[in-house]
């Protein structure tokens, strides 16, 4: 798959999120993988942080504290209080 088609079916998934589940009363947490083209190593890693259009969508669910770390490195941490519990998300 190229970078382009990748980057398409995000934003199908992200659609689908928005309009299909981001209803509910509940929190989502995100997390994006290194790349998943086919072969691999072929995208264009030249840019800073996650390199996909939509990417600032997900600032509704990456807190505020984390966005710039995110934003820059592709990972975050995300306090579920209500489980006691803390979720990292991790860009590998």
Not at 51 to 62: A, D, H, L, V, Y
Request: no cysteine; glycine share 6%.
């Amino acid at each position: 798959m190229s970078q382009e088609e990748v980057n398409e079916e995000l934003l199908v998934v992200l659609d689908v999120v928005k309009n299909k589940l981001s209803s509910g009363d509940w929190d989502m947490t995100v997390s994006l993988g290194n790349h998943d083209a086919f072969p691999k190593n072929e995208w264009d890693f030249n840019t800073i942080g996650p390199s996909f259009p939509g990417r600032t969508e997900f600032k509704q669910w990456i807190p505020e504290s984390e966005y710039d770390r995110w934003d820059q490195h592709g990972y975050y941490a995300k306090d579920i209080p209500d489980l006691k519990a803390r979720v990292l998300s991790l860009n590998t």
